[in-house]
């Protein structure tokens, strides 16, 4: 499932097109939509998703100021200069991936700009048993073969009939052979030069969102979903953990020196248990103890970097990603500044996101109270879920 190594998947956006709006002079990939160009929401879904290793797109050289303007600031991987058949263009981004080759590639198109986490997600778990794999959608009209003067001809029995999405997604070396063997045929997807190389092509579901923006009709409902832009949640949580013997404490995952250390039946980081319950709050969760019962030997000792992938991953179940975190530790000792950015890039580390979306901040509570006393440590956190 979520288990590739670091560098093995690679994406390919296919944005070599010349489709221009009548009478506009942009091609449709560089056109502004809901507030960005289409090819920008388009490579953020990928460069986003935490199974993508690295984000390459094929345009036209001829594009490059609308390419700069569009995606320019984002950490891709550069450009490739496509052909004038989308199939030429294809095979030219994969041999400019053959340089360090991966292990697999997604193929997608820069004009499905609303290709959803969890299509992606799909293509990349049959992978795992089939050498090519694309989103599709079953049809479910009733499809009409048409005659002369736009009368019906006949029904067409639509049982199996499949329509093609991208993200179109191969082992990589596997693709690559089939797309050299027949760069002279005019083949109109990869799945098509999949088969004709004889390889099994797997169906997982798409999605009717992840439509290919075509037509004056598909830029407005798609500047609609995106503007709509799913939810935003908000998750809070809070955990104390007391004092004890020791010569250490873990917080945020990391072991810092202290005099004393924290009680608990696992690692008893308090900051990754706020942190948790804060994730599981978000998605209307139970709390983490009801997630791993403290009565349960399993959890004894347990890091509790465990408990946070467990979160991580039912928000990515569900479609979520991670906006950002923000965590407030209360003691008076140990000092927590010396060790906050180990704190942000460890939390950053296990929930995969960029480490400015991660704040580890520390008060005290002027010697009242309990953690006054230094009795214990509190930690309290927030965190926003976009859908
Ligand atoms: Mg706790």
């Keep these: 499932m979520e288990n590739q190594a670091a560098g093995d998947v690679a994406a390919l956006i296919t944005a070599a097109g010349r489709g221009v709006r009548a009478g506009g002079t942009v091609p449709k ?44 600031d984002l950490a891709l991987d550069p450009p490739v200069a496509g052909g004038a058949e989308r199939q030429e263009s294809v095979l030219r981004g994969l041999e400019a991936l053959a340089d360090t080759p991966p292990a697999l590639v997604l193929v997608h198109d820069a004009a499905r700009p609303l290709v959803a986490a969890q299509t992606i997600d799909r293509v990349l778990d049959a992978l795992s048993d089939h050498d090519a794999a694309i989103a599709a959608v079953p049809a479910t009209d009733t499809l009409k073969r048409a005659g002369p003067g736009a009368v019906v001809a ?29 760069r002279d045929r005019s083949l109109t997807d990869d799945a098509a030069v999949a088969e004709a190389a004889g390889i099994a092509v797997a169906l997982v579901e798409g999605a009717e969102e992840n439509m290919k ?70 998605i209307g969760e139970a709390d983490i103890g009801a997630h791993f019962p403290p009565s349960d030997p399993r959890w004894r000792g347990a890091p509790s970097a465990v408990f946070l992938r467990h979160a991580c991953g039912l928000i990515r179940d569900r479609g979520g990603r991670i906006v950002n975190a923000d965590l407030t530790l209360i003691c008076e000792r140990p000092a927590i500044a010396l060790h906050r950015d180990a704190m942000r890039t460890s939390v950053a580390t296990l929930l995969e996101v960029e480490v400015d979306r991660i704040a580890v ?20 956190a927030v965190v926003s879920i976009e859908f």
């Design 29 to 72: 990939q560089y056109r502004p939509l809901a507030g960005a160009a289409m090819l920008r929401h388009t490579v953020r879904r990928f460069l986003d998703h935490p199974r993508i290793d690295r984000v390459r797109v094929v345009f036209q050289p001829d594009d490059r100021p609308h390419y700069d303007a569009a995606v320019g």
């Design 154 to 182: 006949g029904t067409v029995d639509r049982a199996g009939i499949w329509r093609a999405q991208t993200p179109q997604g191969f082992r990589f070396a596997t693709i690559l052979a089939a797309h050299r063997d027949l």
């Design 213 to 282: 923006v075509t037509t004056e009709a598909d830029f407005d409902r798609a500047a609609r979903l995106l503007d709509a832009g799913g939810e935003i949640r908000i998750g809070s949580g809070f955990d104390v953990h007391r004092f004890t013997a020791g010569g250490s404490v873990t917080l945020c995952g990391v072991e810092i020196p202290h005099d004393q250390s924290l009680a608990g039946h696992s690692d008893a980081d308090v900051a990754l248990h706020a942190l948790t319950d804060a994730l599981l709050g978000a």
């Design 361 to 380: 901040k520390a008060t005290t509570t002027e010697r009242l109270g309990f953690t006054g006393r230094g009795e214990g440590i509190a930690a309290q």
